[in-house]
T-cell receptor, first 114, second 111 residues
Framework: DAGVIQSPRHEVTEMGQEVTLRCKPI?????LFWYRQTMMRGLELLIY????????DSGMPEDRFSAKMPNASFSTLKIQPSEPRDSAVYFC????????????FGPGTRLTVL | DAKTTQPNSMESNEEEPVHLPCNHS???????IHWYRQLPSQGPEYVIH???SNVNNRMASLAIAEDRKSSTLILHRATLRDAAVYYC????????????FGAGTQVVVTP
């Protein structure tokens, strides 16, 4: 099993540009989570999906952030326009079903906004 | 959501046991105790979870106090690979499983 796959692993962009982060969950997993990690705020849950449907997006910081899950094997997190304070490591995680005790995290995407 | 309190850091010698405490005095009867760890430059990794009884798996043991207001993660023989930040997290039964991470405990293992 390849685990959760995220791309790109590193992204450097300039302020104002659109950024799209991608995630492929483990095959057969029904729940998907997006987290962000910064030194100041630690690990924060941004949004999560169950069966491709967004359940709770209250952690999304601003309207500049949006997430989609068009099918069970793909999700995107988009930031438009990006700002320097969006610089962070973004993690995607999946779990087999709602409320499953174990979430499997991807390697993360390190985003730097100049 | 119930909160957890952990020490900022702990140090251990290689091949010695490590006991990581976690206080959760406001835990409710439906909260499961989960532990995750994050190795340097990696995503978090599930370690173990429990409700009331002590739990063992290949990675660690979880000892839960009788009143459930505290728990201890036990690494039986620390290796250099166990150097990581360890997070104690409470999750409500039958919730969506969302994780709320605190600051965790940085474990340093010295050879």
């Amino acid at each position: 099993d390849a685990g959760v796959i995220q791309s790109p692993r590193h992204e450097v962009t300039e302020m104002g540009q659109e950024v799209t982060l991608r995630c492929k969950p483990i095959s057969g997993h029904n729940s998907l989570f997006w987290y962000r990690q910064t030194m100041m705020r630690g690990l924060e849950l941004l949004i999560y999906f169950n069966n491709n449907v967004p359940i709770d997006d209250s952690g999304m910081p601003e309207d500049r952030f949006s997430a989609k899950m068009p099918n069970a094997s793909f999700s995107t997190l988009k930031i438009q326009p990006s700002e320097p304070r969006d610089s962070a490591v973004y993690f995607c995680a999946s779990s087999p079903e709602r409320g499953a005790p174990e979430q499997f995290f991807g390697p993360g995407t390190r985003l730097t906004v100049l | 959501d119930a909160k957890t309190t952990q020490p900022n850091s702990m140090e251990s010698n290689e091949e010695e046991p490590v006991h990581l405490p976690c206080n959760h005095s406001t835990i409710s009867g439906t909260d499961y105790i989960h532990w995750y760890r994050q190795l340097p430059s990696q995503g978090p990794e599930y370690v173990i979870h429990g409700l009331t009884s002590n739990v063992n798996n290949r990675m660690a043991s979880l000892a839960i106090a009788e009143d459930r207001k505290s728990s201890t993660l036990i690494l039986h023989r620390a290796t250099l690979r166990d150097a990581a930040v360890y997070y104690c997290i409470l999750i409500v039964t039958d919730s969506w499983g969302k994780l709320q991470f605190g600051a965790g405990t940085q474990v340093v293992v010295t050879p």
